[in-house]
T-cell receptor, first 109, second 113 residues
Framework: SQKIEQNSEALNIQEGKTATLTCNYT??????LQWYRQDPGRGPVFLLL?????KEKRKERLKVTFDTTLKQSLFHITASQPADSATYLC????????FGAGTRLTVKP | DAGITQSPRHKVTETGTPVTLRCHQT?????MYWYRQDPGHGLRLIHY???????DKGEVSDGYSVSRSKTEDFLLTLESATSSQTSVYFC????????????FGQGTRLTVV
C-alpha cells in the first residue's frame, strides 16, 4: 500500500541548533511533497512545497529537500527557537493528498 | 485566512446514529478533503473531491460517505456511528491543481458514546 512515513515521533533539540525531520514514502511516487506545521488544537498550516524535479527549496530559516532516488524528503529548521516547537507533517500529492504521522518537535531554551 | 469553515465544531452522538459533518468554503477551490486525526496516526485521508459530484475514496473510507453537490460544500456522513469513529475531523481545500498549498478548517471533535 502507499505509505508516507515520518520516522521520528518526537525530536528534542536545543535552541539555536538545526532541526532535521525526515519523510519517506513507499509504493508511491508523489509529484509534490508539502510540509505543514500543526499546533495543539489547530488545523495544519502550510510551510513549503517542493516538486519532484526540484532538489531543494528555502524559505527564511526553513529548507526542504526532495530525493526521488532515496524516496525521501528532509525538512530543516536552522537557528531553531522555542517558538518552533510544534508538530510537523509531510504530505505527498498526486491526485490526492496523504500525510505522514508527524514529528513533534520540542526546542528547549 | 482562507474561507473554510467546519460545522459543527463539537458533537457527541450515540452509537448507531447517523451523523453529517459539513465543510463550507468561499474560495471556489477545486479540491476538498476530509481527514481524521487520531493520536499516533497523524492525518488519515477519508474521502476527497476533485469537483462537483466527483469524489474518491481515501485510506480509511469504510463507514463513511461523502457528497459534493456544489463547489462550496463537502459533506461527510457517518451512516451509523461507531465508537471507533470518535476522532477529530479536518476538512481541507486546495486550489486549481495539487501544486498549491492546502488550507484547513478548525476541525470537528466528534465523540461517539
Amino acid at each position: 500500500s502507499q505509505k508516507i512515513e515520518q520516522n521520528s515521533e518526537a525530536l528534542n533539540i536545543q535552541e539555536g541548533k538545526t532541526a532535521t525531520l525526515t519523510c519517506n514514502y513507499t509504493n508511491y511516487s508523489p509529484a509534490y511533497l508539502q510540509w505543514y506545521r500543526q499546533d495543539p488544537g489547530r488545523g495544519p498550516v502550510f510551510l513549503l512545497l517542493i516538486r519532484e524535479n526540484e532538489k531543494e527549496k528555502r524559505k527564511e530559516r526553513l529548507k526542504v529537500t526532495f530525493d526521488t532516488t532515496l524516496k525521501q524528503s528532509l525538512f530543516h529548521i536552522t537557528a531553531s527557537q522555542p517558538a518552533d516547537s510544534a508538530t510537523y507533517l509531510c504530505a505527498g500529492n498526486n491526485n490526492d493528498m496523504r500525510f505522514g504521522a508527524g514529528t513533534r518537535l520540542t526546542v528547549k531554551p | 485566512d482562507a474561507g473554510i469553515t467546519q460545522s459543527p465544531r463539537h458533537k457527541v452522538t450515540e452509537t448507531g446514529t447517523p451523523v453529517t459533518l459539513r465543510c463550507h468554503q468561499t474560495e471556489n477551490h477545486r479540491y476538498m478533503y476530509w481527514y481524521r486525526q487520531d493520536p499516533g496516526h497523524g492525518l488519515r485521508l477519508i474521502h476527497y473531491s476533485y469537483g462537483v459530484k466527483d469524489t474518491d475514496k481515501g485510506e480509511v473510507s469504510d463507514g463513511y460517505s461523502v457528497s459534493r453537490s456544489k463547489t462550496e460544500d463537502f459533506l461527510l456522513t457517518l451512516e451509523s456511528a461507531t465508537s471507533s469513529q470518535t476522532s477529530v475531523y479536518f476538512c481541507a481545500i486546495q486550489g486549481g491543481d495539487v501544486n498549491t498549498e492546502a488550507f484547513f478548517g478548525q476541525g470537528t471533535r466528534l465523540t461517539v458514546v
